[in-house]
T-cell receptor, first 110, second 114 residues
Framework: SQQGEEDPQALSIQEGENATMNCSYKTSINNLQWYRQNSGRGLVHLILIRSNEREKHSGRLRVTLDTSKKSSSLLITASRAADTASYFCATEGGSYIPTFGRGTSLIVHP | EAQVTQNPRYLITVTGKKLTVTCSQN?????MSWYRQDPGLGLRQIYYSMNVEVTDKGDVPEGYKVSRKEKRNFPLILESPSPNQTSLYFC?????????????FGPGTRLTVL
C-alpha cells in the first residue's frame, strides 16, 4: 500500500503563529485526508482533498495538494494551545486500504 | 449523537486467552474498519468491511478475525492473543462510495497481552 509520511515529526510554536506540516506519498491516490489526534484518543477528521483538487480551506485550516510532487501540506493559521495534538495524513488509491503516516506532533505554547 | 463506540476501553489479558473487542456505530455507515496504532508506526489497518457479510484483509490481518453480521456492529476477535498484539486499537466507520471517505473513529481500546 501507499506510504504517507509527515514532516516534521515534531513542531513547537507559540500561540498565534502559523503551523505548517507536510505529507509525502509514493503512488497515485484518489484522495488525501488529514486527521488530528489528541493524546491517546480517537482520530478526528479535518479535511479531505481529492486528487483533482489543489487547495481546500476549513476555518483556520488550509490544505494544498500537489500530485506532481506527490505531496500535501496542512497549514494551521493563528494557532491556539488547543491545537496541540498529533496530525496525520492518510492516503488511499482505490483499494479502500488507507495508509496513515507516522504523524507530526504539534505543541502550541500559550 | 452520532458516534462510534468501542468496548472495552482498556483490557489486560494473558497470552492465548480469546478476547473480543466490540465496535458499534449509529450512523448507518456501510464501511467499517479496524486499525492498530503502535509508537513510531502510525495507524495500520487490520480488516475492513464494505457492508454486511463482506469483510476483507487490511495491511496487518494476521492473528485477528472479524465478522459483520449486522450493519452497525463490527467486532474484532483475537483467538489466541500474543504479546505482539499489545497495542491501541481503533474502530472507524464511514459511508461507502466510489472512494474512501471521511472516517469516524471510536475512542480506542488499549490492549495489553502479558
Amino acid at each position: 500500500s501507499q506510504q504517507g509520511e509527515e514532516d516534521p515529526q515534531a513542531l513547537s510554536i507559540q500561540e498565534g503563529e502559523n503551523a505548517t506540516m507536510n505529507c509525502s506519498y509514493k503512488t497515485s491516490i484518489n484522495n488525501l485526508q488529514w486527521y488530528r489526534q489528541n493524546s491517546g484518543r480517537g482520530l478526528v477528521h479535518l479535511i479531505l482533498i481529492r486528487s483533482n483538487e489543489r487547495e481546500k480551506h476549513s476555518g483556520r485550516l488550509r490544505v494544498t495538494l500537489d500530485t506532481s510532487k506527490k505531496s500535501s501540506s496542512l497549514l494551521i493559521t493563528a494557532s491556539r494551545a488547543a491545537d496541540t495534538a498529533s496530525y496525520f495524513c492518510a492516503t488511499e488509491g482505490g483499494s479502500y486500504i488507507p495508509t496513515f503516516g507516522r504523524g507530526t506532533s504539534l505543541i502550541v505554547h500559550p | 449523537e452520532a458516534q462510534v463506540t468501542q468496548n472495552p476501553r482498556y483490557l489486560i489479558t494473558v497470552t492465548g486467552k480469546k478476547l473480543t473487542v466490540t465496535c458499534s456505530q449509529n450512523m448507518n455507515h456501510e464501511y467499517m474498519s479496524w486499525y492498530r496504532q503502535d509508537p513510531g508506526l502510525g495507524l495500520r489497518q487490520i480488516y475492513y468491511s464494505m457492508n454486511v457479510e463482506v469483510t476483507d484483509k487490511g495491511d496487518v490481518p494476521e492473528g485477528y478475525k472479524v465478522s459483520r453480521k449486522e450493519k452497525r456492529n463490527f467486532p474484532l476477535i483475537l483467538e489466541s492473543p500474543s504479546p505482539n498484539q499489545t497495542s491501541l486499537y481503533f474502530c472507524a466507520s464511514s459511508f461507502s462510495g466510489d472512494t474512501w471517505n471521511e472516517q469516524f473513529f471510536g475512542p480506542g481500546t488499549r490492549l495489553t497481552v502479558l
